[in-house]
């Protein structure tokens, strides 16, 4: 049963760069039977999916958020992280990590409990 | 990008009834399409992938049916664990995955 735990800083300074990491237990974040994601919900708003990297090393991101993502894995502590750069007020949200072990389906059927980031000066 | 637009926005129902809810979206997706439930302070929980299939120890009362571009979640017999808010999200056409803006499942 894999467990997802989301960890970085609560507050970040508009224009800087929002750093989140994402600890695995129960499998290995380099199984091909995974592939992991990140998802934000601003406060009172709806999922929007940020990105998702494959046990690969392939990453897909949101064509909205780009240009400002960047998401990787570190195999030797079974993380995977999130950088947003040149954040502004409308990027503060709660930020879930989330994986998929369903082949065919990308879906998210484990999740982080979330961690809000909140931009301000 | 493909819109997912889930209604109604509020659903007021009482325990025991069942409910009915639409995702609908702007091209068609096949069978590729999620649903999760969300409670206030929490992570989204995966209900139903593929469309039909529940995932893992979801109970039989949660069903969900559709193809092509319209698609139902519906929920026999509310217990009041049910309340929440419900997000379909499609996997057809990616990225980027997209997410409908919610359901909230309220108690009459």
């Known amino acids: 049963q894999l467990q997802l735990q989301e960890s970085g800083p609560g507050l970040v300074k508009p224009s800087e760069t929002l750093s989140l990491i994402c600890t695995v237990s129960g499998g290995s974040i380099s199984s091909s039977s995974y592939y992991w994601g990140w998802i934000c919900q601003p406060p009172g708003k709806g999922l929007e999916w940020i990105g998702s990297?494959?046990?690969?090393?392939?990453?897909y991101y949101n064509p909205s958020l780009k240009s400002r993502v960047t998401i990787s894995v570190d195999t030797s502590k079974n993380q995977f992280s999130l950088k947003l750069s040149s954040v502004t007020a409308a990027d503060t949200a709660v930020f879930y990590c989330a994986g998929n072990s369903i082949a065919g389906a990308a879906s998210f059927d484990y999740w982080g409990q979330g961690t809000l980031v909140t931009v301000s000066s | 990008e493909i819109v997912m637009t889930q209604s109604p926005a509020t659903l007021s129902m009482s325990p025991g009834e069942r409910a009915t809810l639409s995702c609908r979206a702007s091209?068609?997706?096949?069978?590729?399409l999620a649903w999760y439930q969300q409670k206030p302070g929490q992570a989204p929980r995966l209900l139903i992938y593929?469309?039909?299939t529940r995932a893992t120890g979801i109970p039989a009362r949660f069903s969900g049916s559709g193809s092509g571009t319209e698609f139902t979640l519906t929920i026999n017999s509310l217990q009041s664990e049910d309340f929440a808010v419900y997000y379909c999200q499609q996997y057809n056409n990616w990225p980027p995955l997209t997410f409908g803006g919610g359901t909230k499942v309220e108690i009459k």
């Open positions: 593929g469309t039909s």
């Open positions: 091209q068609s997706i096949s069978s590729n």
């Open positions: 990297i494959y046990y690969s090393g392939s990453t």
